[in-house]
């Protein structure tokens, strides 16, 4: 039976091919992942990365209570975020969570606070932010002193002052995210060598460090997915194992969103005219912005095929969604003759797209269908692409 559009579609064998590819491109037993859940905090893709053994990555009370309630040890929890609420302090702390990753100095008093109203002691990480470039988008960069995102590298010394003054905080670990969708690998190594430099100034003040998180960031290729499915893992592994100045016992954790989940999602719209315009002609689809944000935020691209036509003749089209906003588009694009009614999926929209869904304009969410519950092909009502949809 065909599904209302919009809708995402979840093709999860692709999800846990995912997943164990980047399990077999970890040779270090002291490397953890803790999936970052803002990339996507769907129930059953939570789920799937929970019983594949990852940790969780969160930046929210609801997201800490989230990942509890499906199942998450909060000993694989960690906590993030330049604007901890006391309420969500509370909820890491009374939930004894690994570590709450502390971004100023003015933080770790009011962390103090709450851990000892609960008589507990907060495991803490810093987050230092490197100034390293990760050299992508200015708007998903996080490591530059220009970025409002942990405690400056200047500030450490200062910082380690004052988490000796209080008796509820003991500091763990340190933390590093230096900005998300990095296809070079190079600000990688870079991060390495700002790491190594931190780990060592606190070695020189006696504190030796459990664990050393390196954020995310690893990015996934939107141009062209078919093409890579499943992000280069073992590069990246690679280059922490090359460059990261570990002491014995140390572990190091990462928090990979976007890589994990961007490929496996689409999302799912159908044509509701094709006007020509004065210069190009619009194909006017049923998703927008409220659906998937990011090209109007990031002028991000992601692919659009048409799923209802096969034709090998492509012409110019430049897909809008019905929003009134100008900035409400998925881009201009090559397509075969499209029509009204055809179904048109939006490629790579896993991470960081139902996520950053909103109802402006009054506008329904849209659904979330799983590959194992209905295939692609029977919700649009096409049985006679089965066979093309099932790899995707
Ligand atoms: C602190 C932190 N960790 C992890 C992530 C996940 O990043 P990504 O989805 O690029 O792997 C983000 C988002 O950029 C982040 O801000
Ligand atoms: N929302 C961004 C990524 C931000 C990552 C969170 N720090 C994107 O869609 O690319």
Redesign the pocket.
């Known amino acids: 039976m065909s599904v209302k559009t919009p809708f995402y579609y979840y093709d999860l064998t692709l999800l846990e091919n995912t997943l164990e590819a980047m399990s077999s491109a970890i040779n270090n037993p002291n490397f953890k992942v803790h999936y970052a859940i803002?990339a996507n905090a769907e129930d059953r893709i939570l789920q799937t990365i929970k019983n594949h053994g990852l940790g969780a990555d969160c930046v929210s009370g609801n997201e800490i209570k989230k990942a509890i309630a499906l199942g998450f040890n909060p000993e694989n929890i960690v906590f993030a975020g330049i604007g901890k609420s006391d309420e969500e302090l509370d909820i890491a702390i009374s939930n004894g969570i690994h570590s709450i990753n502390c971004e100023s100095i003015e933080e770790l008093v009011v962390i103090n606070e709450i851990a000892e109203k609960h008589d507990a002691i907060a495991n803490i990480a810093f987050r230092i932010n490197p100034n390293v470039d990760a050299q992508t988008h200015h708007k998903?960069t996080?490591g530059l002193n220009e970025n409002k995102f942990g405690i400056p590298i200047t500030e450490l010394d200062a910082a380690v002052d004052e988490i000796l003054k209080h008796k509820h905080l003991a500091l763990k670990g340190v933390h590093f995210h230096i900005g998300?969708?990095i296809l070079n690998l190079n600000p990688f190594a870079n991060l390495c060598q700002q790491a190594n430099n931190v780990i060592a100034n606190l070695k020189a003040r006696g504190i030796a460090l459990e664990h050393i998180n390196v954020g995310g960031g690893l990015g996934i290729n939107y141009n062209n997915p078919d093409s890579q499915l499943i992000p280069n893992f073992e590069e990246y592994f690679k280059v922490f194992e090359k460059f990261l100045n570990l002491d014995e016992g140390q572990t190091v954790h990462f928090e990979l969103?976007?890589s994990i989940v961007g490929q496996c999602g689409s999302l799912i719209s159908k044509v509701l005219y094709v006007k020509k315009g004065a210069n190009s002609k619009f194909a006017i689809i049923d998703a927008g912005m409220t659906d998937l944000i990011?090209p109007a935020?990031?002028n991000?691209y992601h692919k659009v095929e048409n799923l209802s036509q096969t034709g090998d003749e492509l012409e110019p089209y430049h897909v809008v969604g019905p929003i009134c906003e100008s900035s409400d588009t998925f881009g201009k694009t090559e397509l075969p003759t499209t029509t009204r009614g055809d179904y048109m999926m939006i490629r790579s929209a896993g991470?960081?797209g139902q996520v950053?869904s909103s109802n402006y304009n009054l506008r329904e969410r849209a659904a979330t269908i799983y590959s194992d519950e209905q295939s692609l092909a029977s919700c649009i009502g096409s049985e006679k692409k089965a066979q093309t949809l099932e790899v995707v």
Do not use: N
């Open positions: 803002k998903i996080t998300s969708q969103g976007r990011r935020l990031y991000a991470a960081y950053l």
